[in-house]
């Protein structure tokens, strides 16, 4: 269907940073995506435990490092009760090995700060695509 995205979309955004989650709520809004917000991973968590179903959230997009819950908890938890929802982490990190051990624990892409607003919207776009085609095959 096009690069547009589903109108029932919903992406999590995980930041501790109240800025990023802004400008990422904004520009996602903009391009029709309904967003939640989490300031760190216990928030996250505590939002996925509420959804009332396990494709409730079409993707998200996660800082790398957090207060409270780190990324491996977070990345734990959707795994085990939301096993089709893809993970983005946006980190400032610049690391080498950073894609592999991310690889390694189900991220499905990571976005390095500052995120141009492009990068954002097609990391998200190709995301919530992959989430469509893991709910058919589940259902399948």
């Known amino acids: 269907r096009g690069g547009e995205p589903s109108m029932s979309a919903t992406v999590m955004i995980v930041d501790d940073d109240g800025d990023v989650r802004q400008v990422v709520r ?28 396990p494709d409730e959230f079409a993707t998200i997009l996660c800082d790398l490092q957090m207060p409270k819950v780190g990324r491996a908890e977070v990345i734990a938890h959707l795994r085990a009760h939301h096993p089709t ?9 610049r690391e080498f090995l950073l894609t592999e051990i991310l690889g ?19 990391a998200v776009r190709v995301s919530v695509r992959l989430h469509e ?3 058919q095959q589940r259902a399948s």
């Open 26 to 53: 904004l520009v996602l809004t903009k391009a029709g995506y309904r967003v939640v917000e989490a300031a760190d991973g216990e928030a996250a968590i505590a939002l996925l435990k509420q959804a009332s179903s």
């Open 85 to 93: 929802v893809p993970f983005v982490v946006i980190t400032a990190e």
């Open 104 to 122: 390694k624990q189900g991220v499905c892409d990571y976005l390095i700060k500052p995120v141009s607003k492009e990068k954002l919207l097609e």
């Open 133 to 135: 085609l893991r709910k």
